[in-house]
């Protein structure tokens, strides 16, 4: 089959490899019909997440029909049209049953690397480095499916692909942040970072009822699909004053109830401290850029919530920690829970509540991954998400 | 020392070990080594890089572990020890019977290949990464269902001495705190002792990964892997492990 595979930093190929095989009771084979590329993929692009190999199928957002499966898969049949979660959760353990999926003690072969670093591991996730689980990923014409008795959701014959392919990743993603923030009614929201991710977060912030999502980016047909969605924006590439100003002046000095880091370790900035982060990353004195989390924990109200959905890898510098402290801020993130939020946002999809679709810009096919992969870190094109069908 | 140790001065010996250690070092150590380059793993790096150390502490004569422990170790054997605890979301009697059913310990023991049991005493074979299988018999010393199982090898002339113990305690609705304790006898000697104490980290690892295992085929049903997937690498299948 073809895969888009990682190479090295900047360098993704499309290889023909031989198709995956079943290699344990629960798992499925899917035949990919439609696949995605997401900002998480750049940070492995930019070389920013340890223990990627060379020939790594990359892709962790993506469904398709089962077209194989394991003795121990009951709930699928052979045909099935499903959407997979980019998190692989078994199901049984202390963290699946309640519901903390992308916690799984079950799902990481490789859990000892991930302890290196942060002590305990995550769930297994596609495509996403060796410490990670080191799964082939779904930028490929086929997958294998670990615990696909638990994870893959069967889509309704109504719905096109395009509609809910982004119960992936990026929908629940943006709704678990906006979630995380404990919307009340007449809440005020700011997210920085407009891609997809910051564009599901303004869209669920409004369905859990935010009076007002302020959002931020600099990259304008971005900012302007963030405005047709119902936001406030701020451009914080050309205007004046500072971000954390402006959110002051446009909430009357409280202060936005709740900020979503919907950026992660790439941030860019014009400022002193962003050319600070970019010389000490470039040194590999710190592995992130926490641009957006520092003035997030700095603009946020007091007693508010700092969501961060945004992906970091290792360490941040200069992390306003009194801030933190003395204004009794809350601080939540992690990867997604896919699995708990397919049903309550399959039923919103189908009710015509949402359409995810409409953060697509680009449509291509496998061939054209290398090239995608390198206009979307350019932000060029207009760029905003990139669907492929395999 | 046995050598014509050479001096830089008359108080500081340049090398600290003896010729016979010296070459056993550098045997031991290629042996490492060599088992080491052939698997493209993590583990893999390490025995090589062990190796290497152990090849370059021979050939110089000079261990910076032998100088410490030589004076701590030298007149006593200490026992390798082990501790491991992980949580399992099982009932501990479903716990204690899986790990009871010794014959089926391999499942999840990466580094055993076989367990018989004939009347109360039980025949193990191991087989570590490049050296040749290691055998000895077991028998167990206490046994109380669904709280604690502990074993020790038979006599002390096997090649592997070494003892163990898994104590379930019931977490409640959170299942069973398993905590697993591993004790073994390096080969005799300074060079023993120094090999034992720089792989206790990897005899850490192991065992870890093996109670991981364990939990993972009772929590869900499997062992997580990646082994044999595809990849666009030219050399096919999983590194990693
Ligand atoms: N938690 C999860 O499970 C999960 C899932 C998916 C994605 N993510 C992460 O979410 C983040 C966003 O993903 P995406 O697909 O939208 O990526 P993206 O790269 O398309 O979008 C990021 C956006 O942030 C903007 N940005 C950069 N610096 C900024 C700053 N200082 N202030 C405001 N905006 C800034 C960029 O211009 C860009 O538009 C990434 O870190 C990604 O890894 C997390
Ligand atoms: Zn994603
Ligand atoms: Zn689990």
Redesign the interface.
């Known amino acids: ?1 073809k ?1 888009a ?1 990682w ?1 090295g930093v900047g360098d993704v ?1 499309v ?1 023909d ?5 079943l ?4 798992d499925a084979i899917v035949k990919v019909t439609l696949s995605a590329i997401c900002g998480s993929d750049l940070h492995l692009y930019n070389g920013y997440i340890p223990t990627m ?5 990359l892709g962790h957002e993506f469904m398709g029909e089962v077209v194989e499966k394991g003795e ?1 898969v009951r709930n699928l049949q052979i045909g099935d049209r499903v959407v997979v979660p980019f998190t ?1 959760a ?5 963290f699946c ?1 309640r519901g903390l999926v992308s916690l799984c ?9 991930a302890e290196k670093l942060y002590g305990y591991s995550g769930s ?1 996730l596609f495509g996403y480095s ?1 410490m990670m ?4 990923g779904g930028q ?1 014409q086929y997958v ?1 499916v ?2 696909a008795d638990v994870g893959p959701v069967k889509v309704p014959a109504g719905l096109t692909d395009e509609q809910v392919l982004f119960l992936s990743d990026i929908f629940p993603t943006g709704y678990m942040a906006a979630e995380n923030c404990g919307i009340q009614d007449g809440d005020v929201i700011a997210v920085w970072g407009c891609g997809p991710v910051g564009l599901m977060a303004i869209r669920s912030a409004f369905l859990l009822g935010a009076s007002r999502v302020i959002a931020i980016d600099e990259v304008a047909p971005r900012l302007e699909a963030a405005r047709r969605i119902g936001a406030e924006t701020i451009d914080f590439g050309t205007e004046e004053p500072s971000v954390v100003e402006r959110l002051h002046q446009l909430t009357y000095g409280l202060g936005p109830d709740a900020c979503i880091d919907a950026v992660g370790l790439e941030a860019h900035g014009h400022s002193l401290i962003a050319a600070y982060d970019r010389v000490k990353q470039a040194l590999r004195l710190t592995t992130d850029r926490p641009l957006a989390l520092r003035q997030a924990i700095q603009a946020c109200r007091k007693g508010g919530t700092v969501s961060v959905p945004g992906v970091y890898g290792g360490f941040i510098d200069k992390a306003p920690v009194g801030a933190f402290f003395s204004k009794g801020l809350t601080l939540k993130g992690g990867q997604t829970h896919v699995h708990r939020y397919l049903a309550p946002l399959l039923s919103r999809i189908e009710r015509g509540e949402v359409d995810p679709s409409f953060v697509i810009s680009h449509r291509i096919g496998i061939d054209e991954v290398p090239e995608a992969y390198a206009t979307f870190e350019r932000k060029a094109d207009d760029a905003i998400k990139y669907v492929l069908r395999p | 020392m046995a050598t014509a140790a050479l001096r830089r001065n008359d108080t500081q010996p340049l090398t600290n070990i003896g010729d016979v250690e010296r070459v056993g070092s550098v045997a031991l150590g290629m042996v490492f080594v060599m088992a080491g380059l052939r698997r493209h793993s993590l583990a893999g790096r390490t025995a090589a890089a062990v190796g290497s150390a152990l090849v370059a502490r021979g050939v110089t004569g000079r261990c910076p572990v032998s100088a410490r422990l030589a004076r701590r170790l030298e007149s006593y054997r200490r026992p390798v020890r082990v501790v491991e605890a992980m949580q399992v979301s099982v009932p501990p009697a479903e716990a204690y019977r899986a790990w009871r059913d010794l014959e089926r310990l391999p499942r999840f023991m990466k580094h055993i290949t076989s367990v018989t049991t004939v009347d109360g005493t039980s025949h193990w074979t191991a087989q570590f990464s490049g050296l040749p299988p290691v055998e000895w018999d077991a028998e167990i010393v206490r046994d109380v269902p669904g709280e604690v199982l502990s074993w020790r090898s038979r006599n002390d002339d096997q090649p592997l001495e070494n003892s163990g113990s898994v104590t379930f305690f019931d977490l409640g609705p959170r299942g069973t705190g398993l905590r697993v304790e591993i004790g073994y006898y390096p080969p005799a000697g300074p060079l023993g002792q120094a090999v034992a104490r720089l792989f206790s980290p990897v005899t850490e690892r192991q065992v870890r990964e093996d109670v991981r295992r364990f939990k993972s085929l009772l929590e869900a049903g499997e062992i997580p892997t990646t082994a044999g997937q595809p990849s666009g690498a030219a050399r096919q299948g999983e590194r990693g492990r």
């Open positions: 089959m895969a595979c190479f190929r290889e490899v031989p198709d995956p095989v290699l344990n009771p629960r190999a060379e020939g790594d199928i121990g692989i078994c199901g049984a353990c202390f049953k003690d079950n799902s990481n072969p490789n859990a000892w690397m297994g060796h689980g080191g799964y082939a490929a294998r670990p615990f």
